[in-house]
């Protein structure tokens, strides 16, 4: 249940700092996650980026100031972390669907959008499929890009540049440097603002000045199996990774990076195999 409470303690954070600059940096040590991973958890587990819930959290308690004749536009703009009224009413108009000096007026429609809580749902799906192995330090050689939670970016620049990739021959060219027939896809160095890099490459043992090398540690790896064509099965097996394991299962997640595991085959299949490597530890007690 520490897993429970500290989430919660995020949004409760965010609730009391509306009217103030959100410190990332302060929601990872009150959820006790490293660089980007609380900001992945939560657009996972409630569909949208921890950016837009903190703007649309914003922009209704916004809109219940303005409401008020005590306020004047400028005054909530301002209040609510908008360098300008224009930029505050663009933002508004686009999330209301009217400007900030129409909400005034009798007869007008707001949206409401309430502040969240996580909750362990307990589901009657099938168990997981996953192990927890030990593995030695090891080194991946490839290509990398920057990439961000901020509105989603993320999921639709990863599937490009694996799209990108793989027509370009560049996939072919890497494998030459494998020393295990695999092809991983990294996630790691992420920043509290939600930023992080993301590498295709595998595991070599030497450097090559062509590509980029990262240092994985020694660590006990929890690894979780996805059977199915891609992305659809292994967005599954990440969300229950977020809803069913990680609150229930003991482990936390390691501050490292983590990573997808691409054997060789056909990704559109419905028998295609490949795997989710969580870096955790054990839960103190």
Same mark, same amino acid.
């Given at each position: @249940?520490?897993?429970?409470?500290? @989430?919660? /303690?995020?949004?409760?954070?965010?609730?009391?700092?509306? %009217?103030?600059?959100?410190?990332?940096?302060?929601?990872?040590?009150?959820?006790?996650?490293?660089?980007?991973?609380?900001?992945? $958890? #939560?657009?996972?587990? /409630?569909?949208?980026?921890?950016?837009? =819930?903190?703007?649309?959290?914003?922009?209704?308690?916004?809109?219940? @100031?303005?409401?008020?004749?005590?306020?004047?536009?400028?005054?909530?703009?301002? @209040? =609510?972390?908008?360098?300008?009224?224009?930029? &505050?009413?663009?933002? &508004?108009?686009?999330?209301?669907?009217?400007?900030?000096?129409?909400?005034?007026? *009798?007869?007008?429609? /707001?949206?409401? =959008?309430?502040? /969240?809580?996580?909750?362990?749902?307990?589901?009657? +799906?099938?168990? $997981?499929?996953?192990?927890?192995?030990? %593995?030695?330090?090891?080194?991946?050689?490839?290509?990398?890009? %920057?990439?961000?939670?901020?509105?989603?970016?993320?999921?639709?620049?990863?599937?490009? &540049?694996?799209?990108?990739?793989?027509?370009?021959?560049?996939?072919?060219?890497?494998?030459?440097?494998?020393?295990?027939?695999?092809?991983?896809?990294?996630? =790691?160095?992420?920043?509290?603002?939600?930023?992080?890099?993301?590498?295709?490459?595998?595991?070599?043992?030497? *450097?090559?000045?062509?590509?980029?090398?990262?240092?994985?540690? %020694?660590?006990?790896?929890?690894?979780?199996? +996805?059977?199915?064509?891609?992305?659809?099965?292994?967005?599954?097996?990440?969300?229950?990774? #977020?809803?069913?394991?990680?609150?229930?299962?003991?482990?936390?997640?390691?501050? $490292?990076?983590? &990573?997808?595991?691409?054997?060789?085959?056909?990704?559109?299949?419905?028998?295609?195999?490949?795997?989710?490597?969580?870096?955790?530890?054990?839960?103190?007690?």
């Amino acid at each position: @249940m520490d897993w429970l409470i500290r @989430m919660n /303690l995020v949004l409760e954070y965010i609730e009391s700092n509306l %009217k103030n600059d959100i410190d990332y940096d302060q929601i990872q040590q009150i959820s006790c996650t490293s660089g980007d991973f609380f900001q992945r $958890m #939560f657009s996972h587990l /409630l569909g949208i980026p921890l950016s837009e =819930y903190i703007r649309r959290r914003k922009l209704s308690d916004a809109a219940v @100031m303005l409401s008020s004749k005590n306020h004047s536009v400028i005054e909530v703009a301002l @209040m =609510y972390g908008y360098e300008s009224p224009d930029a &505050f009413t663009y933002a &508004f108009k686009k999330y209301h669907g009217i400007s900030p000096s129409e909400v005034k007026k *009798k007869n007008i429609s /707001l949206i409401s =959008y309430p502040k /969240l809580s996580f909750q362990i749902k307990l589901k009657g +799906s099938e168990p $997981m499929k996953y192990r927890i192995i030990e %593995k030695e330090a090891f080194q991946v050689m490839g290509v990398s890009i %920057k990439t961000t939670q901020e509105e989603n970016m993320n999921k639709m620049i990863i599937p490009k &540049f694996w799209n990108e990739f793989n027509h370009s021959g560049k996939c072919e060219a890497l494998n030459k440097h494998a020393i295990e027939n695999n092809v991983l896809g990294v996630c =790691y160095d992420g920043k509290p603002d939600g930023t992080f890099s993301y590498m295709i490459g595998v595991i070599a043992s030497a *450097k090559h000045q062509d590509y980029e090398t990262i240092h994985i540690p %020694k660590a006990t790896w929890a690894i979780f199996e +996805s059977r199915g064509p891609m992305p659809h099965a292994i967005q599954k097996v990440w969300s229950d990774v #977020f809803e069913i394991f990680l609150p229930t299962s003991g482990y936390e997640h390691a501050p $490292m990076a983590d &990573f997808e595991l691409y054997p060789k085959g056909d990704v559109t299949s419905q028998d295609y195999y490949c795997e989710v490597w969580i870096p955790v530890i054990r839960k103190q007690e």
